[in-house]
């Protein structure tokens, strides 16, 4: 396995992300209709947090209980801002980092993604799933 790979080789570049002033109900189409579980919030380029889709679940199941999609994102526009939401302060690696520090990072951690940046711009994003199957390739 090679040590010294650049953590770019495993992200995901141009990360499907939100901008800090959108809309909650927008945020929470992204993940649900591109899959995800894990969204950069951006203000123009620039990092400034991260939202999951648990920070979705401890919201919308606490408050709100079972409600349709519609009905959710009415309340959940009308309650939070994705400022409200997001950790505002994520780890995040450097785009110059590698493989084996976004491994070390995400192993020893409670949560499975990191925005990948260069300065404050958000370049990526690699999960543990990106390195899981990192991993595979090498087998």
Do not use: C, W
Request: proline share 3%; aromatic share 6%.
């Amino acid at each position: 396995m090679k040590k010294n790979e650049a953590v770019t080789k495993v992200m995901s570049s141009n990360p499907v992300s939100v901008g800090q002033n959108e809309s909650v109900s927008a945020a929470r189409r992204l993940l649900e209709e591109k899959g995800i579980h894990h969204l950069p919030v951006t203000d123009g380029d620039r990092l400034v947090g991260i939202l999951t889709a648990t920070d979705f679940l401890r919201v919308s199941f606490g408050d709100f209980g079972n409600q349709n999609g519609r009905s959710l994102d009415a309340m959940l526009d009308h309650t939070y801002t994705i400022v409200d939401l997001m950790n505002s302060a994520p780890t995040t690696i450097s785009n110059d980092q590698t493989v084996r520090d976004a491994a070390t990072v995400l192993a020893t951690s409670s949560f499975h993604s990191l925005p990948v940046v260069n300065g404050q711009t958000l370049v990526g994003i690699v999960t543990s799933s990106d390195l899981i199957h990192y991993l595979l390739e090498q087998y």
